[in-house]
T-cell receptor
């Protein structure tokens, strides 16, 4: 069975600090990879996605992620976080054999201190 | 506005009662999904539907029933609610670029 792990349960940063959230998945075939963000009290919104091509993808709000196939990783980064980035971040994987099913990681809660 | 709506947004019910959560999308996306979100588990897929009258089980289907008589609606029914079904439920649809779009969620409490 496929799975997605996220390295940190809760990350606390000060404004302007750099951010990296880890995501690893277990699946040997072709995958589509996603990062979603959930602001407090809101629904999940797409931050960025990777299907193919350049392994460094840029998303909204200054976020980017790098797909490293050999490490089965898709880490999310942002050079300078803001208080408004406080949210929960979910990594998700959709493998070819899963059909339309997504597998989500458990989420990482990010708290940015002003 | 176009998008996914869920109703009710909040629901409190008692053990053993039947509860139906509604989901409506305006995009005419073929695929729709129901997830539950629990602390420490992220999102887990309950059921999904590839089209009207086509549904299939996800990771945690027990205790839930779905139907999809129309493309735009995908209701989720808890036939006899249990406390373990207290959760936040999200409906989603899949767009043409394989991206899932989520509704605002329904917070369900089973007493």
């Amino acid at each position: 069975a496929q799975s997605v792990s996220q390295h940190n349960h809760h990350v606390i940063l000060s404004e302007a600090a750099s951010l990296e959230l880890g995501c690893n998945y277990s699946y040997g075939g072709t995958v589509n990879l996603f990062w979603y963000v959930q602001y407090p009290g809101q629904h999940l919104q797409l931050l960025l996605k990777y299907f193919s091509g350049d392994p460094l993808v840029k998303g909204i709000k200054g976020f980017e992620a790098e797909f490293i196939k050999s490490k089965f990783s898709f880490n999310l980064r942002k050079p300078s976080v803001q208080w408004s980035d406080t949210a929960e971040y979910f990594c998700a994987v959709n493998g070819a054999s899963q059909g339309q099913n997504f597998v989500f990681g458990p989420g990482t809660r990010l708290s940015v201190l002003p | 506005d176009a998008g996914i709506t869920q109703s009710p947004r909040y629901k409190i019910t008692e053990t053993g009662r039947q509860v139906t959560l509604m989901c409506h999308q305006t995009w005419s996306h073929s695929y729709m999904f129901w997830y539950r979100q629990d602390l420490g588990h992220g999102l887990r897929l309950i059921y999904y539907s590839a089209a009207a009258d086509i549904t299939d089980k996800g990771e945690v289907p027990d205790g839930y029933v779905v139907s999809r008589s129309k493309t735009e609606n995908f209701p989720l029914t808890l036939e006899s609610a249990t406390r373990s079904q207290t959760s936040v439920y999200f409906c989603a649809s899949r767009g043409p670029t394989d991206t899932q779009y989520f509704g605002p969620g329904t917070r369900l409490t089973v007493l």
